[in-house]
């Protein structure tokens, strides 16, 4: 029995993701849940793994392509019949392998979806993807100059890529099968002017689609921000004192992100506002507090989330961090791991930020930002002390919360954590 093999939603708001490596080769047999290919959106990289055991029959989506969500890439049979393999523009839906409807897109997908169709009309004798196509718009490049090295003279991503880098080096450049035969009709763009300091890097998809979501998000939401001190003495004490032993009973290092996430939990219980969303002129409130934690990634950032975190104890959340932190850089996260996020916490202080403004993360209305944890001298009782100190900052939807909510719920977390009394053990 055949089994359609779907490109999944990895994260709210996502309507396509790119396909950047294939595990297994047309022909080889793949176990259920065997990892099949990687993906690469906005909000994660991940590996897919195949819903079915069987023989990988079709790929219908080559690697570096962009495709929506829901289309079919791949076909497994489970009786280990093998088809022929075909290119992705000539392989004919069959009732077996139908694609599925189109998904609903935001006015600005909705335009880039336009404007790709577009370009493949204008250029229907090129065969390529909107991926190349994108890279050859953003570099200047006439693509009837690129020699494909794919089936048919398809221009792949490293022909285009390897084009541009010989055009920046001044290597000559091969010119294509048809250029003698079919003389291109318009004229070719004016090459871009590099210097020996110069380089033209395409984004990779996650970065573009973060640079999407970060200006949506500006022209979405009406910024403000509040910044608070907050002592730590209590809390590094804490932790220094039980480290150790936490480390050996549970298998887990104690970091200070548990402390923030607990600290935010229960602000957001008393002022349930900060856990809300916006849909139109309604306020829609939140039953489940689900924390999204920014991590760094090597070419971008990622947002796993915390689940239920209010459901948790200390020991719950600092397990779920560490969890969702080690699959996130090992690219292990599932498609529920970056979903269903109320409420983020990035830290610029892990790289020696003082403080930092963070771009909300829609639909939410607010995110934390927590700063370096530094030892400075305070006033304490008309004399000079030296603390440990740490700057949060909430940058919040001024459409949704007022700053008399916003400096309550930073007040909440500086009371929390500058007279920590949970346990850790």
Partial sequence: MATNVIMPQMGESIAEGTITKWMKKVGERVERDEPLFEISTDKVDAEIPSPAAGILTQILVKENETVAINTVVAVVDGEGTVAAPKPAEETAPTPEVQAAPPVQQAPAEAHASIEIEQEAEESEDIRTSPLVRRIARENNVD??????????????????????????????????????????????????????????????????????????????????????????????????????????????????TPFFVRACVEAIKELPIINSSLDGTNIIYKRDVNIGIAVALENGLIV??????????????????????????????????????????????????????????????????VGAIEKRPVVRDDAIAIRHMVYLSVSYDHRVIDGAVAERFMGKIKNILENWEEAVL
């Fill in 143 to 256: 693509l009837s100059e690129v020699k494909g090295s794919g089936l048919g003279g398809r221009v792949s991503k490293k022909d285009i890529l390897d084009y541009i880098e010989q055009r920046r080096a001044g290597a000559p450049l091969s010119p294509p099968p048809s250029a003698v035969a079919t003389p291109a009709t318009h004229p070719a763009p004016t090459p871009v002017a590099f210097t020996a300091a110069t380089q033209i890097v395409p984004m990779t998809p996650m970065r573009q689609k973060i640079a999407e979501h970060m200006v949506i998000s500006k022209h979405t939401s009406a910024h403000v921000y509040t910044l608070v001190e907050v002592e730590m003495t209590r809390v590094v004490g804490t932790r220094e004192r039980f480290k150790k032993e936490f480390e050996q009973r549970n298998g887990i290092k104690l970091t200070y």
């Fill in 304 to 369: 796993p989330v915390i689940k239920r975190a209010d459901e948790k104890n200390f020991l719950g959340v600092a397990r779920s961090v560490q969890d969702l932190a080690d699959r996130a850089r090992t690219k292990r996260l599932s498609v529920d791991d970056v979903q269903g996020g109320t409420f983020t916490i990035t830290n610029p202080g892990s790289f020696g930020g003082l403080f930092g403004l963070p771009i909300i993360n829609q639909p939410q209305v607010a995110i934390l930002g």
